[in-house]
């Protein structure tokens, strides 16, 4: 019967991976997409606190709810001490454009502050304020999420306060996930224990009950992670972080590169849970490693789709140097790829380089790439990087469709005047509606002020 079983599940792997890369090579129609608006939303000041802007890379600040969006930005403190110098900032725009609704009064976080919406209904921001006196390092901190109305952004937030199991402690240092069931009006919050790595969870009810689910222990202390909630079903993807374990190649960066901080960034893992109202996260798996080879992911965006297959968006570098390939993998080629990975019931369906480009070939090489969802529930990915056009190789924005009735997998640039080299969307996991317009929100090449863009979609 166990055989028969197996059998079975290894026909049906076959047949998703099948369709998966026949969508993938189908020919069709090429889709356009137009800049319809490139402008300053505002400019940042250098915190110095060890989180930037776009730090909180895994949970978007940019959310779409019909024809206004909402941005969660922080601002620096002029003279305020560390860590938490920075305060948070809540923009709107409308016909009318960009205007700041309202700001934290007192300069109390140190990181962004991710933002999800329910589609009709509130806004609502993930904050991590300080417990202590200013100046205070590495010190307690009291996660919160805020309510505002949209359709009166500048009325005083409502104050919630998530649930947590017993055992929680919260800095500065949150390394949080944040998502919203737009459709459901259901929120899933993630913040870790600086002491001990573990992931909290606490969970909004549609009803606007706030239950502590727990919490999850990846196999080594994990960060940034994406998170994503869809019809009861949650979902996370955490890249690991932790000190450099080999102290030979430790040795070696520090006396090329003369810095102490030495954290790695080697193995990725996700994990799952079928109903977070009832169920917690499963044993969390290892979906790729280049620990062996001193490598590098990063791991860049999450999507469920509506059969609960999550797919999975990230970056992979076998060596993350040369003078440590060169010592000690000598005739291995540096590259760089884009992977897509496609994972149902806990177990990898499929794998994919979206995007490689070996050192020396003249392939488009990606840096950094989001997952878009037109209104046709096509699967699209926007990647930044570079590539060969009249024989000079130039950097930009670039987007492909991977899945649909008319996916070619042929990456085409987005005609910005600014390309972004980091950024944020207005993606279904903050609680924004599929749709065929791409709300853009990061840095591009006129640092420090902070972008946006809005970019149409013809399919």
């Known amino acids: 019967m166990k055989y028969l079983l197996n059998i079975r599940w290894l026909i049906i792997c076959c047949i998703y991976c099948f369709c998966t890369i026949s969508t993938s090579n189908a020919a069709g129609k090429d889709f356009s997409c137009e800049v319809e608006a490139e402008e300053i939303v505002t400019r940042y000041t250098p915190a110095n606190n060890g989180a930037g802007p776009l730090w909180c890379y895994g949970s978007t600040v940019i959310a779409r709810q019909g024809g206004d969006v909402f941005l969660s930005v922080i601002e620096t403190g002029e003279g305020v001490p560390l860590l938490c110098n920075t305060r948070w900032q809540l923009w709107h725009r409308s016909a009318d454009g960009w205007k700041l609704a309202q700001s934290e009064k007192e300069y109390r976080q ?14 609502f921001l993930s904050v991590n304020p300080s417990t202590e006196p200013a100046g205070t390092k590495y010190g307690p901190c009291n996660p919160l999420v805020l309510e505002f109305d949209p359709a009166n952004p500048t009325v005083p937030a409502k104050i919630h306060q998530p649930a947590w199991a017993d055992g929680t402690y919260f800095t500065d240092h949150s390394y949080r996930g944040f998502a919203a069931d737009g459709a459901n009006g259901e929120l899933l919050l993630l913040n870790i224990n600086a002491r001990t790595s573990e992931q909290f969870v606490s969970y909004r009810h549609s009803s606007g009950r706030w239950h502590e689910k727990g919490t999850i222990t990846f196999p080594i202390r994990s960060c940034y992670p994406q998170v994503a909630l869809r019809d009861g079903s949650a979902h996370a993807m955490a890249i690991g972080d932790i000190v450099e374990p080999v102290k030979e190649w430790q040795k070696l960066k520090f006396e090329k590169l003369k810095r102490k901080w030495d954290y790695v960034f080697r193995r990725l893992f996700y994990t799952y849970t079928d109903n977070i109202r009832s169920a917690g996260f499963c044993a969390p798996i290892e979906i790729e490693t280049v620990e062996k080879t001193a490598g590098h992911i990063r ?56 995007a490689e480009r070996p050192a020396g070939s003249n392939a488009f090489e990606p840096s950094f790439a989001r997952f878009h969802i037109g209104s046709d529930d096509a699967l ?3 990647a930044t ?7 000079q190789r130039t950097y930009g924005n670039f987007l492909a469709q991977i899945t649909g009735s008319k996916n070619k997998q042929k990456f085409q640039r987005i005609e910005l005047k600014h390309p972004f080299s980091n950024f944020f969307t207005n993606t279904p996991r903050g609680g924004s509606k599929p749709s065929d317009i791409i709300d853009m929100f990061g840095t591009a090449d006129d640092n420090p002020n902070l972008r946006y863009a809005k970019i149409r979609i013809e399919p």
């Open 385 to 391: 990087g570079t590539s060969v056009e009249n024989g």
């Open 380 to 382: 699209y990915v926007i």
């Open 110 to 123: 140190r990181e962004p502050c991710p933002i999800g919406v329910f589609q009709g209904g509130p806004v």
């Open 299 to 354: 791991n860049l965006d999450l999507y469920v789709d509506k059969t609960g297959a999550a797919h999975l968006l990230y970056t992979k570098q076998p060596h993350q140097y040369d003078f440590i390939r060169d010592k000690y993998f000598p005739g291995e080629t540096m590259t760089v790829s884009l992977e897509h990975v496609t994972v149902k019931d806990g177990k990898v369906f499929s794998r994919r380089t979206l």
